[in-house]
Nanobody, 117 residues
Framework: VQLQASGGGLVQAGASLRLSCAAS????????MGWFRQATGKEREFVAS????????YYADPVKGRFTISRNKAENTVYLQMNGLKPEDTAVYYC???????????WGKGTQVTVSS
């Protein structure tokens, strides 16, 4: 499976962005896709994930209520709608696919999200 993320950019605090991650190859119902992020000088951290089959979603506490993950099965694409962006959301965002909502086996190249204050 290859993953291609897009949608990052430079925005002001309070703005919205939508990230997309298109997957080539087959995605199984037992798979999960997710978004992680890595800020400069910090470790990669979990942001949100979704079980491909059931659509169950999971979120990190800092983004609950602001970010929404969704999927389009027909297009093999997962989205991350980010509202109310804060400067602390600045990071490179990576999409991944794996057997667990919190443990990705394959990663796409990241997309930079920068939020200015």
């Amino acid at each position: 499976v290859q993953l291609q993320a897009s949608g990052g950019g430079l925005v002001q605090a309070g703005a919205s962005l939508r990230l997309s991650c298109a997957a080539s190859g087959r995605i199984f119902s037992s798979d999960s896709m997710g978004w992680f992020r890595q800020a400069t000088g910090k470790e990669r951290e979990f942001v949100a994930s979704i079980r491909w089959g059931a659509g169950t979603t999971y979120y990190a506490d800092p983004v609950k209520g602001r970010f929404t993950i969704s999927r389009n099965k027909a297009e093999n694409t997962v989205y991350l709608q980010m509202n109310g962006l804060k400067p602390e959301d600045t990071a490179v965002y990576y999409c991944g696919i794996g057997r667990s909502p919190w443990d990705m086996d394959y990663w796409g190249k990241g997309t930079q999200v920068t939020v200015s204050s």
